[in-house]
């Protein structure tokens, strides 16, 4: 059974920081593409990163180049995301998302991450 669990949500300041992690397992890590999603309130899911399974390619939505970094960790079948600069916009539940050749594509339960002005 796949899981994906993330954790490190919470309430910051805006301009602060913060670390959201995404543990995976009943899946073998190294063969998927991760990515993190998030889901404003009364708004759409949207892509906010994604790390590509063999050669690590990244890929970044506009409003989060320069802030947010994805990373992975193989040993531990863990993504990060770590968000700097924290914005009252990037308020959302954010996801993560594990997909094999498009026929495999399992979610997490999501985690909220509240940024106050």
């Known amino acids: 059974q796949v899981q994906l669990v993330e954790s490190g949500g919470g309430l910051v300041q805006e301009g602060g920081s913060s670390r959201l992690s995404c543990v995976a397992s009943?899946?073998?890590?190294?063969?998927?593409?991760m990515s993190w999603y998030r889901q404003p309130p009364g708004k759409e899911r949207e892509l906010v990163a994604r790390i590509g399974p063999t050669d690590g390619y990244i890929s970044y939505a506009d409003s989060v180049k320069g802030r947010f970094t994805i990373s992975e960790d193989n040993a531990k079948t863990t993504v990060y995301l770590q968000m700097n600069r924290l914005k009252p916009e990037d308020t959302a539940v954010y996801y993560c998302n594990a997909v094999l050749a498009s026929v495999y594509d399992y979610w997490g339960q999501g985690t909220q991450v509240t940024v106050s002005s």
């Open positions: 009943g899946l073998t890590f190294s063969d998927y593409s």
